[in-house]
């Protein structure tokens, strides 16, 4: 069946190295997947989306890297800033372009030394 | 952008009690929402699609008679968590698409945290 999960539970980095947080898919069908980052005892909060017609996307101190071959996306942060400490969740929906039932992968806590 | 908000915050009530948890799209209309709920240090797993103006569908597992969703109008979806056990303390969080904003991703809420004593 359909899985998006993490390799990493947890990552420390420090502040203004590059974070990468890493997320495998099973379903070699899947065509379009969101990052979420989610703070404490908040909602998540969308980063950034790729398509499957897509290796590569950059948005704001953030890329997305694609790489169907292995079923395999990550999450680059640049100069991560304290600011970035929380869990990520890579998603990808159940029924695309329908209202979007999401599917979330367990999470990376990143935590962000100063 | 679009905002969707949710109240309460957070929510204690005694076990056996009911509690009603509010979704609301703030500046669009949303004719469907998702309810999600996270079990500490875990992920979000979608409980049921609410429908304005139909019955709600649940996922698999997901008791429809104990968590009763009412979404009576394109802004507002309600989640009413019946006869509260401990075991149901978590955090519920809902979410929404604007329905012309074509492939745009899903907005959450702030998240519901329930504790049921």
């Known amino acids: 069946g359909e899985s998006v999960g993490l390799h990493l539970p947890t990552l420390s980095v420090q502040e203004g190295d590059n974070s990468i947080i890493n997320c495998a898919y099973s379903n070699s069908a899947s065509d379009y997947f969101i990052w979420y980052k989610q703070e404490s005892g908040k909602g998540p909060q969308f980063i950034i989306d790729?398509?499957?017609?897509?290796d590569k996307r950059q948005g704001q101190r953030v890329t997305v890297l694609l790489n169907k071959t292995v079923k395999h996306l990550s999450l680059q942060i640049a100069a991560t800033q304290p600011g970035d400490s929380a869990v990520y969740f890579c998603?990808?929906?159940?029924?695309?372009?329908?209202?979007?039932?999401?599917?979330f992968g367990q999470g990376t806590e990143l935590s962000v030394k100063p | 952008g679009a905002v969707v908000s949710q109240h309460p915050s957070r929510v204690i009530c005694k076990s056996g009690t009911s509690v009603k948890i509010e979704c609301r799209s703030l500046d669009f209309q949303a004719t469907t929402m998702f309810w999600y709920r996270q079990f500490p240090k875990q992920s979000l797993m979608l409980m049921a699609t609410s429908n304005e103006g139909s019955k709600a569908t649940y996922e698999q597992g997901v008791e429809k008679d104990k968590f009763l969703i009412n979404h009576a109008s394109l802004t507002l979806s309600t989640l009413t968590v019946t006869s509260a056990h401990p075991e149901d303390s978590s955090f519920y969080i809902c979410?929404?698409?604007?329905?012309?904003?074509?492939?745009?991703?899903?907005?959450f809420g702030n998240g519901t945290r329930l504790t049921v004593t």
């Open positions: 790729i398509r499957s017609n897509m």
């Open positions: 979410s929404a698409r604007a329905p012309d904003r074509g492939n745009s991703p899903l907005h």
């Open positions: 998603a990808e929906p159940t029924i695309y372009n329908q209202g979007g039932k999401l599917i």
